[in-house]
């Protein structure tokens, strides 16, 4: 089993800044990718950032610079600043990684999610 556990998310106003954190556990033996989605109220789960071992990162087409994904592969951990909120950035933000379990099984895992909100 893989886990994946997020925090960071909250209610922040808008031009406010979050910094998420996403962090696997249990039988990962080498992580390939790992991704922040994000699902906006009665919208599709879209990219956000997505991250390889390799450090080469993919933003989404609405990031415009706003948002930083990094990583830390000692820990397993990513890592997601995201400036200048604003209202559209509202929804529950998923992590995912793609890697190999021990046993050297392909595992593909989400975790649960953390709501970030914009607001006034």
């Known amino acids: 089993q893989v886990q994946l556990v997020e925090s960071g998310g909250g209610l922040v106003q808008p031009g406010g800044t979050l910094r998420l954190s996403c962090a696997a556990s249990?039988?990962?033996?080498?992580?390939?990718?790992m991704g922040w989605y994000r699902q906006a109220p009665g919208k599709q789960r879209a990219l956000v950032a997505h991250?390889?071992?390799?450090?080469?990162?993919q933003y989404g087409d609405y990031v415009e610079g706003r948002i930083t994904m990094s990583r830390d592969s000692a820990k397993n951990a990513v890592y997601l600043q995201m400036n200048r909120l604003d209202t559209e950035d509202t929804g529950v933000y998923y992590c995912?990684?793609?890697?190999?379990?021990?046993?050297?099984?392909?595992?593909?895992?989400w975790g649960e999610g953390t709501q970030v909100t914009v607001s006034s």
């Open positions: 991250i390889t071992s390799d450090n080469e990162t």
């Open positions: 249990g039988n990962v033996f080498t992580i390939k990718t």
């Open positions: 995912k990684a793609v890697g190999r379990t021990f046993e050297l099984a392909i595992t593909v895992n």
